[in-house]
């Protein structure tokens, strides 16, 4: 018989126990490893059951058993010893309380955060990665506020059925189960945020709150008697549906958010936002709702959108356009005519997302072309990204060359504390006395290669262990009473270079790209000297077949009595698992069609633990792969086709491992030690750790977004917003009259014979129509130039004016130094100037020379 409600009855704590339950309630134990000890320590076995979950431990520990803890003078004095330890963590100053005029808060929006296997609030990188830019900006002391949405059934549980298919099921979460509370009004009543619908409904959401260490996270949740039956489910999966039900969590998480961050100010006292950060687009609408409340001050729409821009930065992270949420017109007409936004005219929305440019579909409503338009600054996540990214957006600033498309990047990182194998962290305490592997000396001589390999093939045997009991388990869930087959038990090799491939299972990811060739990686499994076995996870979205197709066709190949000790896919790819997985791997392999991996963030995790990546060189590994720290398998771009793409990348992987990976890591010395491969892993933990951390990504965003971003917010809201409307009124003016604007004429001299070291002389007379010389940057625009006349390594230097009579063309001047040899050529470009612009792209308006 099945229950017909499922809660949890939290345990109430002995009052000697009281810091346990204090240390419980704040997430920095996702991440803390003395906390994670201190845990286990209460019940070992539990532990281990419970996925690493102290509130669940907590829930079922026997009563007998906390009593005999409070007794225990040891247990007690090591539970406020991390209380204390917890409470100065949360109050001492750190690195962001050192720097001067920072943000004073910074709204941080997603869909989706992954912070805890015990909390399956997240999907796949991109939660996973906002888990981790919660975690660094608490441990660099940065005052965020996350934002996102209490999915009742997070996302999916994956099982493998007998025939290899992905078979999905949603058990609901228990919010009472989870370290969270209910954010209160000041009389103890639950804050309530409505929006308004269609038809004179509404919805209503209620607000959870975490501590993450230093840091906020609001989240809400529609699960609550005042909505429809049809409105309690909009917050029951993470991307479980489209159309309609995707639209009503993007307003709730954008509109919706805001005003959960409104009450959460009125209730904390705290000061509020300066700079809101859009992690992709889903979050979009929240530019909206700012404007709304500016409006109600008295701005007019453009000068509202004005502020909103200043302080708002957006994060993409797709490299395809069908990664992007697009919602047909009419919907948007039929939610935004409504009091949902009051002052907003629906006519202004769907100007924000309209695809107005060549090649788009002026009938939909695009949420990243809305995200670029309500945002003054935006980024891509990895160097290669932020480049794809300025040709895919690049028609929202026409004229102006991709490298000059208004979108940098700031290449991702991943969260140390977390994603370090306790092993590896132990071992740097006892030789080098820090806990701080990223910034440990790897080739100092205090960690011996003895001591070192010992940990990496520890690790190895982790994951060997944990594979197994997954794959039993997986076994006994679908065949019931029936006993695993003994050779489960025998499964992997702790001596064996293990090779490990885990991510979603989009097709672009090819997952299969290993079996191009099922004889040859047959050869290599089952070498008798230098064997390899692979390690295999990820999940396929519910509605995507050929993902699943992907999965069933691996799991049939491992499923061969020759092969299935050599080669294995664990189902329910989650942080647990991960935690494990990425240590335990010798090399982490990923093999995407380049350029469509954004960042891939895995093989970061791994590279933090030693192991070695085997890559295209797409996402992070095209700007950090320097042939000590991995292998690149070279791209065949110039391919005929798709399929002759895959046979040429596969077998170069296939040669890689063969000729050099697998002779390198089986090349032992006489103490049984392979010395080159150490030297590897020691080059790779020396160079990557700080480079890939987390805590370099968020002091990246600080220092380059968040405080530019504050200082522009501050400077266009001074004097009751007159800056606001200054600028609103400019760009108006400015737009209006660039049609009459021309580069009339170009002079140049002094080149005559040019030689390195000489200097173009260079005026340029400007048609400036209606506008003003103070309107308008003139630049001479320099670089190498090919066959073509385009240029290449792009410089510029600005023209100063000379000289403007009315009602003739304003002349500006200056000199080029001709500073290297070889083709050279230049243009002139006039683009709008003013003081509260962040990039003379940002208008989309430009005149070049003809």
């Known amino acids: 018989m099945k229950a017909i409600r499922r809660f949890t009855v939290r345990t109430v704590l002995p009052e000697r126990l009281a810091a346990v339950g204090d240390l419980a309630a704040n997430l920095r134990w996702s991440w803390h490893e003395p906390t994670r000890r201190l845990f286990e320590r209460v019940d070992p076995v539990r532990w281990e059951a419970l996925g690493h979950d102290p509130i669940a431990l907590l829930g079922e520990v026997d009563p007998a058993r906390l009593e005999q803890l409070a007794a225990d003078e040891h247990f007690v ?63 660099l002391g940065v005052p965020l506020i996350g934002v996102g949405l209490f999915y009742r059934a997070g996302y999916f549980r994956q099982a493998i059925d007998r025939d290899g298919w992905q078979k999905e099921t949603y058990p609901l979460i228990d919010p009472d189960g989870l370290p969270m509370q209910m954010l209160r009004e000041h009389d103890g009543t639950a804050v309530r945020i409505t929006l308004a619908l269609p038809g004179g409904d509404a919805m209503h959401a209620r607000v959870w709150q975490m501590a993450v260490g230093r840091v906020v996270l609001l989240l809400l ?118 009091g949902l936004l009051p002052g907003v005219d629906v006519h202004d929305v769907l100007g924000l997302g309209r695809e107005d440019y060549d090649g788009g579909d002026p009938g939909v409503f695009n949420m990243a072309v809305m ?29 102006f060359d991709q490298a000059d498309v208004p979108i940098t990047s700031v290449t991702n990182g991943v969260h140390a504390p977390t994603w370090t194998d306790p092993l590896m962290v132990r071992l740097v305490h006892e030789k080098l006395g820090t806990y701080e592997t990223s910034t440990a000396d790897w080739a100092s001589d205090a960690i011996s290669d003895e001591e070192l390999w010992f940990v990496r093939r520890s690790m190895r045997e982790q994951l060997v262990t944990d594979a197994r009991a997954r794959v039993a388990a997986a076994w006994s869930e679908e065949n019931g009473s029936v006993a695993p087959p003994s050779w489960m038990n025998e499964l992997l090799d702790p001596d064996v270079l293990t090779i490990g491939f ?85 090399i982490w392999l990923n093999n995407p069609l380049r350029p469509l991996e954004a960042c891939g963030t895995s093989g970061m995790k791994a590279a933090l633990n030693g192991s070695l990546n085997l890559s295209i060189l797409d996402g992070w590994w095209n700007e950090y792969y320097d042939a000590e720290n991995g ?102 003016r400015v737009r209006a009259g660039w049609s009459s604007l021309s580069v009339a004429h170009v002079e140049s001299g002094g080149v005559e014979s040019p030689q390195l070291g000489d200097a173009l002389h260079v005026r340029a007379h400007i048609d400036l129509g209606s506008l003003e010389p103070d309107d308008v940057s003139v630049d001479v625009v320099f670089g190498r130039a090919d066959e073509g006349d385009d240029l290449a390594d792009v410089r510029t230097q600005a023209l100063q004016l000379v000289s403007h009579e009315i009602g003739q063309p304003a002349t500006f001047a200056g000199t080029v130094p001709l500073e290297r040899s070889g083709s050279f050529g230049y243009n002139v470009r006039v683009t709008p100037r003013h003081a509260l612009l962040a990039n003379p792209a940002e208008l989309g308006l430009v005149a070049v020379a003809h």
């Open 221 to 338: 949740d529609t699960d609550i008697p005042e909505n429809s039956d049809a409105l309690r489910g909009v917050t029951d999966r993470l991307y479980g549906g489209g159309g309609e039900h995707r639209l009503l969590q993007e307003l709730l998480l954008g509109i919706g958010g805001v005003r959960a961050i409104k009450s959460y100010l009125e209730v904390s006292g705290t000061p509020a936002p300066e700079v809101f950060h859009t992690n992709e687009g889903h979050a979009g609408f929240l530019g909206l709702e700012r404007i709304s409340d500016l409006i109600a001050e008295g701005l007019s729409f453009d000068e509202a959108l004005q502020v909103v821009r200043a302080g708002t930065l957006f994060t993409t992270h797709t490299p395809v356009p069908a990664g992007i949420d697009r919602f047909e017109n009419g919907l948007i007409e039929r939610y935004f005519s409504t």
């Open 631 to 732: 292998w690149a398998i070279p791209t065949a771009d110039s391919a005929g086709d798709d399929a002759e793409r895959d046979m040429l990348e596969a077998n170069a992987m296939y040669d890689l491992i063969e000729h050099q990976i697998a002779p390198r890591f089986y090349d032992r010395d006489a103490d049984g030690l392979p010395r080159r491969w150490l030297q590897n892993i020691r080059h790779t933990l020396s160079t990557l750790s700080p480079e890939l951390s987390a805590d370099r990504m968020v002091a990246e965003y600080v220092q380059r977004l968040y405080m530019p971003a504050a200082d522009a917010q501050r400077t266009i809201i001074a004097d009751h917003h007159a800056p606001a409307r200054e600028l609103s009124a400019w760009k108006s």
């Open 77 to 139: 004095a090591d539970a406020e010893a991390l209380r204390a330890d917890l409470h100065a963590y949360l109050a001492e100053p750190r690195w962001y309380q050192g720097l001067e005029n920072a943000p004073a808060r910074i709204a941080y929006f997603s869909p989706e955060f992954g912070i805890a296997s015990a909390i399956p609030q997240y999907s796949g990188g991109l939660g996973i990665l906002a888990g981790d830019h919660l975690k660094s900006a608490s441990d």
């Open 502 to 586: 885990a991510r979603r299972v989009p097709t672009y990811k090819r997952l299969t790209l290993m079996l191009h060739d099922e004889a040859r990686l047959r050869a290599l499994l089952t070498d008798p000297e230098r064997p390899v076995q692979l390690v295999i996870a990820g999940k396929s979205h519910p509605a995507d077949d050929g993902g699943k197709a992907l999965i069933q066709k691996l799991v049939q190949f491992s499923q061969d009595p020759e092969l299935r000790r050599r080669i294995v896919f664990l189902p329910n790819y989650d942080i647990a698992m991960a935690r494990l997985l990425y240590p335990g791997t010798d």
């Open 371 to 399: 995200g670029l338009r309500l945002a003054q600054r935006a980024n891509g996540v990895s160097q290669l990204h932020g480049d794809v990214s300025r040709g895919m957006f690049g028609q929202l600033w026409p004229g």
